[in-house]
């Protein structure tokens, strides 16, 4: 899926605080937008691999949770934010489709590498691949309660993010047909 899909998943994990602590609601909001998104930058070195951990980030985020919720305070709660983000981001790859320019010709079947166990996951092709239409309303789908939730800052980077999933999700096609020649 696109990271502005992760993003719009990793913030809607924080509404909850938002509901029920809005003090707290911008630090558990900055922590999930940019553990929604992190993981996917390394799309630079070996992506779906480098920074994804579907098993560390999930060991690390159930403590850091737990001792969020015993100590609430912006550090912990934007730590574990964060966490929890990126694990569900690195677990959701597994739904997507196989990391390529060009997802939608590949044979591949891999989705994101599972470090503990030393090899790759099966990719389920739910969501056929980044920037397909699926992926567009996925992401609109969550960005929706952070919309209604947030507001000022957080509420203006959702809408730019919106409109940069719309845009990526309308070119994606010729988009990886260019980035398949560099490859
Ligand atoms: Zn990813």
Redesign the pocket.
């Known amino acids: 899926?696109m990271?502005t899909t992760?993003g719009f998943v990793g913030l809607a994990l924080t509404t909850v605080v938002a509901a029920f602590a809005p003090e707290l609601a911008v630090p558990a909001a900055a922590g999930g937008i940019a553990g929604g998104i992190f993981?996917?930058l390394d799309v630079a070195a070996e992506h779906?691999r480098t920074l994804?951990f579907p098993g560390y980030y999930t060991i690390g985020a159930l403590p850091a949770v737990g001792f969020a919720t015993v100590a609430p305070g912006p550090v912990t709660v934007g730590v574990a934010t964060f966490l929890l983000a990126a694990a569900v981001?690195?677990v959701s790859?597994i739904i997507g489709g196989t990391p390529s320019a060009v997802p939608w010709e590949s044979e591949r079947e891999h989705a994101?590498y599972f470090h503990a166990s030393g090899r790759w996951l099966r990719a389920k092709r739910w969501v056929r691949y980044d920037g397909a239409p699926e992926d567009f309303f996925l992401g609109a789908a969550f960005a929706l309660p952070s919309l209604v939730l947030f507001e000022g800052t957080i509420r203006r980077l959702v809408l730019v993010g919106l409109g940069v999933s719309l845009v990526y999700s309308l070119f994606r096609r010729p988009i990886g047909r260019i980035a398949a020649r560099w490859e």
């Open positions: 899926m990271a992760h993981p996917d779906r994804h981001h690195s790859d994101v």
